[in-house]
C-alpha cells in the first residue's frame, strides 16, 4: 500500500545544533508539505513543494529549510535549532484537496 | 484575527448524542473546506470535504458550509466513543493546495 512515513518519530536535540526530519510518500504526489503543530495554534504551514525543484515558503518558514531533489522526499532542516521549535512535525502529500498526513516528528529542543 | 477560528473545548457529549463542530473565517477567497480527525498522537486523516456552499452527507457525518456568513459546520450523528479525537477545519484557496487549519476542537464521548 501506498503511504507516507517520517523519520525519525521522537527527537530530542540541543539548542544551535542543525536537525534534518526526513518525509518519503509512496503515492508519486506532486504536492507535499511540512507544519508544525502546538497548543492553542493548530497546524501551521512552514514550506511546501507542489513538484521537483519547486519550494516555497509558508507562514511559519523562518530558521526552516527544505528541498525536492525527487517526487518521494522532502525534507526539512532546522538550520540551529530553538527552543521554539519544539513541536510535533506533521509531514503531508497530495495532488488535489486531500492531503494525507505523515504520523508525525516529536521534536524537543533542549 | 487569525484566518480560521475554532474553539479548542473540550466538547464532552453522551453517547448517541447529536455533535456540531463549527469554524469561522475571514477570507472570502476560500473555496474547499475540509474536516480532519486527529487521534491522539496520530497524524490528521481527512474525513470530508465540501466545494464551495452547501451541504454534503458522509454516514453518520455532515458537513455545511454557508459562505455569506463565512461559517462551517460538521455535525456528527448518533455519536459513539470511537468519535472522540480532536476535529480540525481546514481550508483552501482555489489554484493553490495550501490549507489553512483552525486549531481544532477536543471531543470526548462518553460511553
Known amino acids: 500500500d501506498a503511504e507516507i512515513t517520517q523519520s525519525p518519530r521522537h527527537k530530542i536535540t540541543e539548542t544551535g545544533r542543525q536537525v534534518t526530519l526526513a518525509c518519503h510518500q509512496t503515492?508519486?504526489?506532486?504536492?507535499m508539505f511540512w507544519y508544525r503543530q502546538d497548543l492553542g495554534h493548530g497546524l501551521r504551514l512552514i514550506h511546501y513543494s507542489y513538484g521537483v525543484q519547486d519550494t516555497n515558503k509558508g507562514e511559519v518558514s523562518d530558521g526552516y529549510s527544505v528541498s525536492r531533489s525527487n517526487t518521494e522526499d522532502l525534507p526539512l532542516t532546522l538550520e540551529s535549532a530553538a527552543s521554539s521549535q519544539t513541536s510535533v512535525y506533521f509531514c503531508?502529500?497530495?495532488?488535489?484537496?486531500?492531503?494525507?498526513f505523515g504520523q508525525g516528528t516529536r521534536l524537543t529542543v533542549v | 484575527q487569525k484566518e480560521v477560528e475554532q474553539d479548542p473545548g473540550p466538547l464532552s457529549v453522551p453517547e448517541g448524542a447529536i455533535v456540531s463542530l463549527n469554524c469561522t473565517y475571514s477570507n472570502s477567497a476560500f473555496q474547499y473546506f475540509m474536516w480532519y480527525r486527529q487521534y491522539s498522537r496520530k497524524g490528521p486523516e481527512l474525513l470530508m470535504y465540501t466545494y464551495s456552499s452547501g451541504n454534503k452527507e458522509d454516514g453518520r457525518f455532515t458537513a455545511q458550509v454557508d459562505k455569506s456568513s463565512k461559517y462551517i459546520s460538521l455535525f456528527i450523528r448518533d455519536s459513539q466513543p470511537s468519535d472522540s479525537a480532536t476535529y480540525l477545519c481546514a481550508m483552501s484557496a482555489s489554484g493553490t493546495y495550501k490549507y489553512i487549519f483552525g486549531t481544532g476542537t477536543r471531543l470526548k464521548v462518553l460511553a
Open positions: 503515492w508519486n504526489h506532486n504536492n
Open positions: 503531508a502529500s497530495s495532488t488535489g484537496v486531500e492531503a494525507f
